[in-house]
């Protein structure tokens, strides 16, 4: 390699001189480009916010809100790099063809990005549970805060934060808690051996007339399930409203408690009674 040194200062004043134009010529580009992709970008988040505002207003679907501002979102910055590209004097039909053999590469390295984003869709499409919704996905229970394209947030009763991924929800099993208007709660109440069935069967009965919450169609349930060992076993099954179901759950078990104290009802501990037989031989 020649050294700048040994150059002719005719030379010099051609590279020069040659840097010069190319500068001249591309420096408006790579500005416009870099003007591009900053306004164009701030243009896609101001429009993002903008569409879920009007969405808002429009009382659209909470589930829908943010995955449709998240997606236009994204749209509108494509669209800004493309724009960016051929600002620079780059043909967008060339940058395409690159772009989609790289995507195919990435894709590959990236399915399971693309298969949360499947699955996003597959939930908006089925709507199989949605904002305000208490489910059951991949062990994890939560309250549906929000749908994103790639995820799903769920906040748990302690106020913990769950990101599930989408593909785990659309392609796994799901309990969704609050679909139905009215749940069932099933509650196992033991009394002793020696106290009255009929007498316990009634307390019960008249706590659940007591409770208003309680709805009386479908029929209430107070039935014998099981012997125990130590313990007479009852099923009772309620109707209730979804969102009643835990109150009723918890003020059902702590009247029966105290009404049961109260009447002489036991709720026996687990015990054993062991009966020793005597030796009548003698020996």
């Known amino acids: 390699m020649a050294n700048l040194a040994d150059l002719s200062p005719e030379t010099l004043q051609s590279i020069t001189d040659q840097a010069w134009n190319l500068t001249l010529q591309f420096a408006p580009r790579v500005v416009g480009s870099l003007l591009t992709l900053f306004i164009g970008w701030k243009i896609a988040t101001i429009t993002g916010n903008l569409v879920n505002k009007a969405l808002e207003k429009r009382e ?130 033991g009394i002793g051996y020696d106290d009255s069935i009929d007498d316990a069967r009634a307390i019960i009965q008249g706590l659940i007339d007591a409770d208003m919450r309680i709805l009386k169609e479908p029929e209430t349930a107070i039935v014998i399930s099981s012997l125990g060992d130590s313990s007479v076993n009852f099923a009772v099954r309620v109707w209730t409203a979804t969102s009643d179901y835990w109150p009723v759950h918890n003020q059902l078990i702590e009247d029966i408690k105290k009404t049961f104290d109260e009447k002489g009802i036991t709720i026996p501990y687990p015990q054993m009674d062991v009966h020793v037989a005597k030796n009548t031989t003698g020996k």
Do not use: C
């Open 60 to 189: 659209v679907d909470a589930t829908l809100r943010p995955f449709i501002s998240a997606l236009l979102t994204k749209l509108i910055q494509v669209a800004v790099v493309l724009s960016a590209i051929s600002t620079l004097g780059i043909e967008s039909t060339s940058f395409i063809a690159v772009l989609g053999a790289a995507g195919l590469a990435i894709g590959m390295a990236l399915s399971g990005t693309l298969q949360n984003f499947a699955g996003g869709i597959l939930i908006l499409l089925q709507r199989p549970i949605k904002v305000g919704d208490f489910v059951e996905a991949g062990g994890l229970k939560g309250t549906v805060r929000e749908i994103h394209i790639f995820n799903t947030i769920l906040t748990t009763p302690d106020n913990k934060v769950i990101t599930i991924p989408n593909n785990d929800i659309a392609t796994s099993s799901l309990t969704n808690y609050s679909t139905e208007e009215t749940r069932r709660v099933d509650l196992e109440i």
